[in-house]
């Protein structure tokens, strides 16, 4: 009995769609990069005096209004997004618009260029954190009417033997207050604003992607997962294009505590964090958050060449791979574990390219000295001597770690510099260890295929090869 094989559809990206500190769309981001410029500075959306690490990267206010980009009929909706989704949201508008697509949310009146049944979408997120504001108003009211706060009263204990702990402890919670009353002082549809697949959610309703869709949570390494899904499907045509990628913000107390907690930030110590994130540098202290992320329109070539798209890259080789991680959570990778190098080879050989065509690396590049260390020696093992040499393009020193977000700029970076056969700037970094990442202007250069990965908390790694189109 013979067996028949199926081509597999090829794969490129038509539209970028970025969305960070430098505004929305691919432009502001790639004109920022080549310029060699920093959106990190002293956050202002909240009073992060109290951290450690008090800068980020943030989306201007007047940058961005999420109701510009929906349809007039949607608007409403625009009240249950929190900002993890308002950035997806955002992020899928100027992907749409890039690739010269028209959608429901375009135009409802004209043919959809993709037919909605073949229009998928996969978008990575992070954990939603609640508004404190919400939270803290309704929890209010399920304070005990007896309770009184003379424990945190004006005037200080006398007793110096008394710990500071028990002179401010905390206000407590009735469980059968809140249930009853404290609860309805929630909107009712609160819980709609902090799921994780509601970024895809509302992003297929507005385009109307009845394709397949699905939503990853792997932390940083959410988007690549994601644009990987998308590749999958359409090789296997189930679909002609898919808004792929993902979107986070931490820029907001939980966000911040728990990167805190997680020991990834950079101490500021008291500067505006501009120039503290130094992927690779011997002398890494961490990293800084950022808002954003992205998506991009991944579409079969075929579909793409028919309708005279623009052809940023070719998505040839994709790969994922687990390291072990002796914490348990993540926090920390194990320096022996080849995983991450797997992942690369692993990509390669997917995409039929040798170590010696890479003419750029795109990694995480956080400035976490555990995560940069996984990195270089994930390098150095699958690249050699030659691993020196390979020009590393970075953008947390940039726009922040956008988390489940960061992979998608980092994918939409890439992709723009192959169709432009640009480098674009790097900042910060003045040791850099055995690698070619130490500051540099950006620069022309030839560039057939890039190598991206990611690596998330929690040790999820992803390799990604673009190639560019026609090479």
């Known amino acids: 009995m013979s067996v028949i094989r199926i081509p597999r559809r090829r794969v490129v990206i038509t539209g970028l769609g970025p969305i960070s500190a430098f505004g929305v769309g691919i432009e502001p981001l790639w004109n920022a990069m080549i310029a060699g410029k920093t959106a990190i500075k002293t956050i202002t959306s909240m009073d992060a005096s109290g951290f450690p690490c008090s800068a980020g990267a943030q989306l201007p206010a007047d940058a961005f209004d999420v109701r510009s980009v929906v349809p007039k009929s949607y608007r409403k909706a625009t009240k249950v997004m929190a900002r993890d989704i308002e950035l997806a949201v955002g992020a899928a508008d100027a992907a749409?618009?890039?690739?010269?697509?028209?959608?429901?949310?375009?135009?409802?009146?004209?043919?959809?260029t993709i037919p909605a049944s073949r229009f998928g979408c996969?978008?990575?997120?992070?954990?939603?954190?609640?508004?404190?504001?919400?939270?803290?108003?309704?929890?209010?009211?399920?304070?005990?009417?007896?309770?009184?706060?003379s424990a945190i009263s004006s005037r200080p204990s006398t007793d110096s033997r008394q710990p500071i702990a028990n002179s401010l402890s905390p206000c407590p919670i009735d469980l059968a207050h809140w249930g009853s009353a404290g609860m309805q002082n929630l909107t009712p549809l609160w819980l709609l604003k902090y799921l994780p697949n509601m970024l895809a959610c509302h992003v297929t309703i507005i385009h109307d992607c009845r394709g397949p869709s699905n939503t990853i949570t792997c932390a940083e390494a959410s988007c690549a997962l994601s644009v990987g899904e998308s590749v999958r499907v359409i090789q296997r045509n189930a679909a002609d294009a898919c808004l792929s990628g993902g979107a986070e913000c931490k820029l907001n107390t939980m966000g911040i505590l728990r990167q805190t907690f997680?020991?990834?930030?950079?101490?500021?110590?008291?500067?505006?964090?501009?120039?503290?994130?130094?992927?690779?540098?011997?002398?890494?202290?961490?990293?800084?958050?950022?808002?954003?992320?992205?998506?991009?329109?991944?579409?079969?070539?075929?579909?793409?060449?028919?309708?005279?798209?623009?052809?940023?890259?070719?998505?040839?080789?994709?790969?994922?791979?687990?390291?072990?991680c002796p914490d348990t959570v993540g926090l920390e990778l194990d320096p022996d574990d080849e995983s991450l190098g797997d992942a690369m080879d692993m990509a390669m050989r997917n995409a039929g390219v040798k170590p010696e065509e890479i003419d750029a690396i795109a990694p995480f590049g956080s400035g976490i000295p555990n995560i940069d260390q996984a990195e270089i020696a994930a390098i150095k093992r699958v690249f050699?001597?030659?691993?020196?040499?390979?020009?590393?393009?970075?953008?947390?020193?940039?726009?922040?770690?956008?988390?489940?977000?960061?992979?998608?700029?980092?994918?939409?970076?890439?992709?723009?510099?192959?169709?432009?056969?640009?480098?674009?700037?790097?900042?910060?970094?003045?040791?850099?260890?055995?690698?070619?990442?130490n500051a540099a202007p950006?620069?022309?250069?030839?560039?057939?295929?890039?190598?991206?990965?990611?690596?998330g908390i929690g040790g999820q790694n992803v390799a990604i090869v673009l190639r560019r189109v026609g090479s």
């Open 96 to 112: 749409v618009r890039d690739a010269k697509l028209i959608t429901k949310a375009i135009n409802p009146d004209v043919e959809p």
């Open 122 to 149: 996969h978008i990575g997120a992070g954990l939603i954190a609640a508004e404190v504001d919400e939270l803290t108003a309704a929890l209010a009211s399920s304070r005990p009417e007896s309770f009184q706060r």
């Open 262 to 324: 997680s020991r990834r930030l950079a101490p500021t110590n008291g500067s505006d964090g501009s120039t503290i994130v130094k992927p690779f540098d011997a002398h890494a202290t961490g990293s800084v958050l950022g808002e954003g992320g992205g998506i991009i329109v991944v579409e079969a070539f075929d579909t793409a060449l028919a309708r005279g798209a623009t052809l940023y890259a070719e998505i040839t080789g994709f790969a994922a791979t687990q390291s072990f």
């Open 384 to 437: 050699g001597p030659r691993a020196a040499d390979i020009p590393i393009i970075t953008t947390i020193p940039n726009t922040g770690n956008c988390c489940a977000g960061v992979g998608a700029i980092t994918l939409a970076v890439a992709a723009k510099a192959m169709h432009a056969q640009m480098l674009p700037a790097r900042l910060n970094t003045t040791n850099a260890q055995g690698l070619c990442a």
């Open 442 to 455: 950006a620069k022309a250069a030839p560039l057939r295929n890039i190598l991206v990965t990611s690596t």
